[in-house]
């Protein structure tokens, strides 16, 4: 079965760190695209970071460009999310995501809160 486990969230003050995880097993993790996405209260999930097992190649979004960097470790299957500058509004329900023969798979989720 696939699974992926979200983990690394937390509360921290506005401009500091965090490096959140994603280990998955169940599937060959080098030859699919591992996404993270975010829900804040009231709002709708949003994209923030995607890179691709077959060659690392990485999309972000804009509003988290320059301050987060997604990495994989392929002999571990897990995807990091290392998150600089945090702000305000980066604070959300952080998921990870696996689109695979049509199917999503979502992580259950870790939560990320920045107090200003």
């Known amino acids: 079965d696939v699974q992926l486990q979200a983990s690394g969230g937390g509360s921290v003050q506005a401009g500091e760190s965090l490096r959140l995880s994603c280990t998955a097993s169940g599937f060959t993790f080098d030859s699919y695209a591992i996404s993270w996405f975010r829900q804040a209260p009231g709002k709708e999930r949003e994209g923030v970071s995607r890179?691709?097992?077959?060659?690392?190649?990485?999309n972000y979004a804009d509003s988290v460009k320059g301050r987060f960097t997604i990495s994989s470790d392929n002999a571990k299957n897990t995807v990091y999310l290392e998150m600089r500058s945090l702000k305000p509004e980066d604070t959300a329900v952080y998921y990870c995501?696996?689109?695979?023969?049509?199917?999503?798979?979502w992580g259950q989720g870790t939560q990320v809160t920045v107090s200003s």
């Open positions: 995501n696996l689109v695979m023969r049509g199917s999503d798979y």
């Open positions: 890179i691709r097992g077959s060659n690392g190649r990485t």
